[in-house]
């Protein structure tokens, strides 16, 4: 009779293990349902992870180096070169002999200028002898005539005599002075037949020989060419114009030489100049860049490729450009998502996600005060609340609309500038930041006017490169499922781009396509 008992005593845990293992194994069930729903959900998409590292923005272009300061050496005097002290690459002092001219004709000339000029001593002579005479006949007369001795007629006649003998040694003396200046031109053309070097250096290239003739008659030829300092270059680079605004002075420069394939060599950017260079309707600049050659492995005249750091952002987060170019395909169930807190509409700019945070980190950066802090909390509370409602609205007056049956009134949000991210009418997108600009002077007004003025220009800056700033509308894998973020966009390299945003972490995957049916089978 016990047997029967024990059977119905162990029924009832029976059907409760039954039961417990049911709800175990709808459970595993639902679990892994759920988990390959989000696997499936995730493999529909293509993804970009969210990196820390660096980025850095670098301009390239070709250039040639050469001396900062290069001397032609040329003759300006005509006549046969009798010796050439220096050849290619010769090291010369300033004043050294390069070459010589000869002279012969230029000491014809001063021979021939010494004669004239004894000749015209001997006439100024001859001139001052007629000159006492007629100073003493002038005094006798003059005597004479007080006596009423002679005639006023012979007393005016030895004046004029006396007048005529002052001038011609006046002539006599001028002359002198003529010859003795042409003397000296023929002198220094004799010294110029001597060609000096008129800068320490090193002799680039050579263009006579002995026994050549060079002729100055119109213009100086050219006999030498000396570079200043080999151990300070430069290089002229050819800048196109889409880039040169972001070149400054003393941006670095790192460069290469076919020559030395193995080396890399630094530059600084001296000058960007205004001489515009049109080729094939291409529009160039010239950049300077400065070289320091101290080992004097460089050489004048090599081809060197450049590339210019116009900015560099360390240990910053950036992701791929795929993912920020990406945009939903048209009825894509991506394109009917919003970034979190934003409206129907995207209104980006400084005011959607994130700028309260960013105007919070300019404020710090300011050094403020308790009171300058307070003034600030309070208007910053205050435009977040002014959002809050005009978002309230918006997305009231989106849900009316939706139930009258009308169209969508801002598609799937508006996507701001960055890479590919559509943009918008380049002078509505100014309109819009003079708008924001002008709204956040009138908020911030009580806070700005407690700044002193080092901080009032700081917190400016701050704020036009907050209303600047390129904004872009990017889908994040969230559980296997895409949800949309704003990212604030910055420096790019060309393959990756600076992001930010309140809604972005290290190792989120970002979208970048959509993955076909037959890529996801």
Do not use: C, H
Not at 334 to 350: D, R, T, V
Not at 367 to 388: S, T, V
Not at 429 to 444: H, L, T
Not at 445 to 471: H, I, T, Y
Request: cysteine-free.
């Amino acid at each position: 009779m016990s047997q029967p008992r024990r059977s119905r005593a162990s029924f009832p845990l029976r059907k409760t293990g039954l039961a417990v293992a049911a709800i175990a194994i709808l459970a595993a069930g639902g679990y892994f349902w759920s988990k390959r729903g989000a696997a499936d959900a995730a493999g529909a998409y293509r993804t970009e992870a969210v990196q820390r590292g660096d980025i850095r923005v670098a301009i390239s272009a070709t250039g040639t180096l050469s001396a900062i300061t290069t001397v032609t050496v040329g003759s300006q005097i005509s006549g046969q070169v009798t010796d050439v002290l220096v050849d290619f690459n010769s090291p010369v002092k300033k004043g050294e002999v390069l070459a010589r001219i000869d002279p012969s004709t230029y000491q014809a000339q001063l021979e021939q200028g010494n004669a004239q000029i004894a000749n015209a001593q001997a006439q100024l002579r001859q001139a001052q002898a007629t000159l006492r005479n007629a100073t003493l006949d002038f005094q006798r007369k003059q005597e004479l005539a007080g006596q009423k001795l002679i005639a006023r007629s012979d007393l005016d006649l030895s004046r004029a005599a006396l007048d005529q003998a002052n001038a011609q040694v006046n002539a006599a003396q001028a002359q002198i002075r003529q010859q003795t200046a042409s003397l000296k031109n023929t002198q220094v053309n004799i010294d110029r037949a001597v060609i000096r070097s008129p800068v320490d250096g090193v002799v680039l290239t050579r263009k006579i020989e002995p026994g050549q003739t060079v002729a100055a008659s119109l213009q100086a030829p050219e006999l030498f060419t000396i570079a200043e300092d080999l151990s300070k270059m430069k290089i002229e680079l050819a800048v196109d114009e889409s880039d040169i605004g972001q070149v400054k002075p003393g941006q670095t420069v790192s460069f290469t030489a076919d020559a030395f394939p193995d080396r890399q060599f630094k530059g600084v950017v001296d000058q960007v100049r205004l001489a515009a260079t049109t080729t094939n309707n291409v529009v160039t600049y010239p950049v300077v860049v400065t070289v320091d050659n101290g080992d004097g492995t460089l050489l004048p005249g090599l081809t060197v490729n450049a590339e210019i750091e116009v900015s560099k952002r360390p240990g910053v987060l950036k992701v791929g450009n795929a993912a920020l170019r990406f945009k939903p395909a048209e009825g894509s169930p991506l394109a009917e998502l919003q970034p979190q807190g934003m409206p129907a509409g995207g209104q980006g700019g400084s005011r959607g996600p994130g700028a309260g945070e960013d105007l919070r980190q300019l404020a710090a950066s300011l050094g403020l005060n308790a009171a300058q802090q307070a003034a600030f909390d309070k208007a910053l509370q205050e435009m977040q609340q002014r959002q809050a409602e005009r978002a309230a609205q918006m997305q009231a007056a989106a849900k009316q609309q939706g139930q009258n049956g009308g169209s969508r009134l801002f598609g799937g949000g508006m996507r701001f500038g960055g890479p590919g991210g559509g943009g918008g009418d380049a002078s509505m997108m100014a309109q819009i930041r003079a708008r924001m600009r002008d709204r956040m002077n009138q908020q911030f007004a009580p806070f700005v006017a407690s700044l002193d003025e080092a901080q009032r220009g700081k917190w400016n800056a701050g704020l036009d490169a907050q209303l600047s700033a390129k904004r872009v509308t990017a889908y994040k894998l969230v559980d296997g499922k895409p949800q949309p973020v704003l990212l604030k966009v910055g420096a790019s390299d060309g393959s990756s781009t600076e992001i930010s945003g309140r809604d972005i972490k290290e190792g989120d995957q970002i979208v970048s396509g959509e993955r076909s049916v037959a890529e996801t089978k």
